[in-house]
Every structure is written in structure tokens, then in C-alpha cells.
Nanobody
Framework: QVQLEESGGELVQAGDSLRLSCAVSGLTYSNWCMAWFRQAPGKEREFVAAIRWLSGSTRSADSVKGRFNISSDNARNTVVLQMNSVQYEDTAVYYC????????????????WGQGTQVTVSS
């Protein structure tokens, strides 16, 4: 049984840093694409960043490039989203997701999802 569990969301001020973690269990092989998405109230779920579990290669949305960094700790089965210089517009529920094989920025192509963690940025 695959489980993804996010943690680390909280209320922060604009300009602060925040670290989100996704604990992964039940994935039986390493050729997965792990991603972070976010969804603000009244908006569609949008791609934030992704990492290929096997190679460590990453991709991120233009809106977060230079501020957010995705990484993985394969030994601990954890995917981390380091968020720096957060902005009010980053306020959203952040979700961890997994799909087998290649990249995708489309949330419909992801198989497994966590429950989400709330990030609120005060201006």
C-alpha cells in the first residue's frame, strides 16, 4: 500500500523560509517521479516541482524557480520542498504526488497523493 504523508506547512511571513517534507512508503521500485503541487482557494491544482527518484534530476515551475528547491533523501524515503523568500501568492495547500516513469506537470497523470499540508503566507 502506497502512502504519502506531507508535513511542515504553517503560517509564515513574506520573505521567510519553509521546509515541507513528504514521507513515502510502499513504493517498491525506484523509477518514480515525485512531485509537489499546490492548490489555492478557488484555483486549480498547479505544478510546483518534481524530481526523478532514480536520477535525482529536477524540474520546477517558472513561478518558483530560484526560490524553491526539491530534493530527495532516498535512504529515508523522503521528498523535501525547500521554500525560500515565500510570497503571499504561495499561500495554498501543498500536495505530494507520485507517478511511475517520466515527467509530468499534469496532476491528472499522478497516481498517488498525500492529504496535503497548509502553507499560509502573511503579507
Amino acid at each position: 500500500q502506497v502512502q504519502l504523508e506531507e508535513s511542515g506547512g504553517e503560517l509564515v511571513q513574506a520573505g521567510d523560509s519553509l521546509r515541507l517534507s513528504c514521507a513515502v512508503s510502499g513504493l517498491t521500485y525506484s523509477n518514480w517521479c515525485m512531485a509537489w503541487f499546490r492548490q489555492a482557494p478557488g484555483k486549480e491544482r498547479e505544478f510546483v516541482a518534481a524530481i526523478r527518484w532514480l536520477s535525482g534530476s529536477t524540474r520546477s515551475a517558472d513561478s518558483v524557480k530560484g526560490r524553491f528547491n526539491i530534493s530527495s533523501d532516498n535512504a529515508r524515503n523522503t521528498v523535501v520542498l525547500q521554500m525560500n523568500s515565500v510570497q503571499y501568492e504561495d499561500t495554498a495547500v501543498y500536495y505530494c504526488a507520485a507517478r511511475s516513469a517520466y515527467w509530468s506537470t499534469d496532476p491528472r497523470e499522478y497516481t498517488y497523493w498525500g492529504q496535503g499540508t497548509q502553507v499560509t503566507v502573511s503579507s
